[in-house]
C-alpha cells in the first residue's frame, strides 16, 4: 500500500477526531479477507488493543474503518489501494 495514502488516511482521521469526536475512541478495522483490529485510544495515551484477527496475509483492502467516539459520534473510513473515502 502506498505511504501516501495511509498519510492520507492519518490525516482525515486526524480531522474527524479534532472537529467532532470526544476521547477515548474505540477505532475497528475490517478487512475484506476477514482480518479485524479494534483499539481503544485515550486521550494523551497510546492505544489498547482490545481484539485482533489476521488472516495470514495480514490486511486487504478495501479495509472498512469505523471509529466511535465517547459522545457517540461516528464516522466511517474505506482505504482502498488507491484512495481513502468517507462513508
Known sequence: MDVAILEHFVAELTQ???????FPLVVCAIASNGSVLATRINEGGGPETLTQHLEDH???TPINI???GHDGGATR???TVS???QH
Do not use: P
Not at 16 to 22: F, I, L, P, S, Y
Open 16 to 22: 474527524r477526531v479534532d472537529e467532532t469526536m470526544k
Open 58 to 60: 495480514g490486511f486487504k
Open 66 to 68: 469505523m471509529i466511535v
Open 77 to 79: 473510513l474505506v482505504l
Open 83 to 85: 484512495d481513502v473515502s
